[in-house]
């Protein structure tokens, strides 16, 4: 292809900076500027003159910063990275980016679903997962979550379920959260939720960070061989690190302690060179297989059991990367369903069809231009050229006449431009296809979308004791900050009785009402043999890698103790955080001064994973009289955390009310290996769970 007449992707170049090469303050038109303090006015009293170009440049810019934020996921986080494809594939999919051995770069943003851009990282929602793969036969987006499936069947229901869960039409709250009306209303009205809400009310939507959740794109996809042969494919995301989730309470704190709880976690984990890993999974079937199951493949209600279809590890993805600059990048990042690349294809899935046909729309909108895709994170890092031409923003210069094909301007020397190709061009797979799959016109479902509550049932009979109480007490309260509409919480107590009746029971307990009488079903959920894939609890690591120990110290505080912690610690490859009641630290048993990384008032035991209580008898006496300490101690018990504690900081862990039991311990190895997890059989005895 010859740069003539197309355009042609950046090759990977580094964009342009702001400020490249220019020592001399200047306009945007490249002016160099005197004075950057002061408006040009007459007189040093008079008003300021229309002709200050300076001024109005600067001011005009300014006012324009801002662009739409996304209707959904507008708060995210994102970072450059590296997929490797470690297995051979060839036999399901021709992609390059599945040759085993390539390396493509990639741009993940996580993000949550109903906040606006500014709000908060730790709410009960859904978090999106979102890779950009920039591989060498164009751009393949998966644009996934952290649950492996969504709340609706069809598209044409997403605008109402995004009104119901955004902020109420009228009042503007409440903001990132589905705890209130609307949602409810809707979500009790529509069966099909059943599933989804099994998940949002488990401790899914409340992840440890980023680095600790799991990824789905969610829709069955097809994988195409070089011969044509096509086999359903879902994708999963597994984190190296395992999963990990925070509880309901800690969670609320955790806003108030760190607004960018997640943001930060990502942002200092690459920069301090703990690169987020996940592996990346496939599980294959064919059409043989979903025709056998009880439930419809093209649902995005429903998943595939891992045991079932076992997940095969195909490659892994490296966070290494943060961003430079946070708008160019993760702002402006677009991702499209509809990016995908020869060897991959979608299925009839009609949720995933809606997909295709929104986020070009979106990117539009909320980027302004048709051609969003030259913005540089967006662009291609393999040459592209078509004869697409331009529209607003285009910073591409095709030079020549060929804007149209066929043409025969070669013939006269003159370059004609790209061309397809059969052989390299991306061709939609001839879709095996069952008996449903095309005939009249109908607005109209699958027979198994039907079944609302099967899945719901098995998800919650995969979960743990203390999961399944976490759903229980989520239900309720979730449902008691419904208002005035009373017709709700018993609605949606009805339908949950089809999911499983002690459930129900424990909702309609939890809420004070009395058990409604259970919802018809559309179609009689079956039973489903559990799946130890589905808990959290069931897929922790008991590791030290990716968590933090906060150790509380002051003065008098024992210093070989402390570095004794803080060495085991990072040997295990933790992170230990220095907390005093002043940032400027203390001095210490040894007469030595010890810097705080936090100071205690601004940093709750809720930041962190473990910790660790480091005081003399008078320091204990001292920080007594500070209910930051005492919250430290009594937040770090009831949100299940191991505490390792001096002999002398007793009496600040009895006023904290922490009892001796798991997890508890003094500041040997057991406490190290105690901070690598957490204790969920402590939770009965600190918190009343529906
Ligand atoms: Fe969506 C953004 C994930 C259904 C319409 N979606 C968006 C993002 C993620 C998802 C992760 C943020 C991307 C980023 O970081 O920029 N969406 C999903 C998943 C779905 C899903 C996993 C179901 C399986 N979405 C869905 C439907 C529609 C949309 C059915 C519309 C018919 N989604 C959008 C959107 C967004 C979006 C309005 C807002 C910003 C954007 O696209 O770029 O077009």
Redesign the pocket.
Known sequence: MSDMTTTTGNGGEPHQRAGDGAAVLTTNHGVPISDNQNSLKSGARGPTLLEDFVLREKIFHFDHERIPE????AR?S?AHGVFEATADISDLSKAAVFTKGEQTEVFV???T?AGGAGSVDTPRDVR???VKFYTREGNWDL???NIPV?F?QD?IK??DLVHSVKMEADRAYPQAGSAHDTFWDWASLMPETTHMLMWAMSDRTLPRSFRTMEG?G??TFKLVDAGGKASFVKFHWKPRLGLQSTIWDEALKLQAADNDYQRRDLWEAIDTGAFPQWDLGIQVFDQAFAEAQPYDVLD?TKLIPEDDVPVRIIGTLTLNRNPDNFFAETEQ???LPTNIVPGIDFSNDP??Q??L???L???NS?LGTTNFHQIPINAPRCPFGNFQRDGKMQTQVPRGRANYEPNSLAAHGEDGGPRESVERGFATVNAPTGADEQGDKLRIRAELFADHYSQARLFYRSQTESEQAHIASSFVFELSKVGVLEQVPPRMVANLRNVDEDLAKRVADGLGIDLPDKAPAAREPVDMAPSDALSIHKNMKDTLEGRSVGILFTDGSDATAIDAVVAAVEAEKGKAVLVSPKVGGATLSDGSKRKADGQLAGTPSQIFDAVAIIVSKEGCKALLKEAAAVQFAMDAFGHLKAIGASDAAKPLLDKAGVEPGVGITGLDANFISAASQRFYPREPGVRMLA
């Open positions: 996304r209707i959904v996921h995210g994102g943003r996580f993000s679903v999106g997962f979102a644009v996934g979550n969504f609706i598209a997403f605008p789905f969610v829709h995005a990042v677009a991702f949720l995933l809606g997909r046909f929104s986020y729309d979106t990117q909320r």
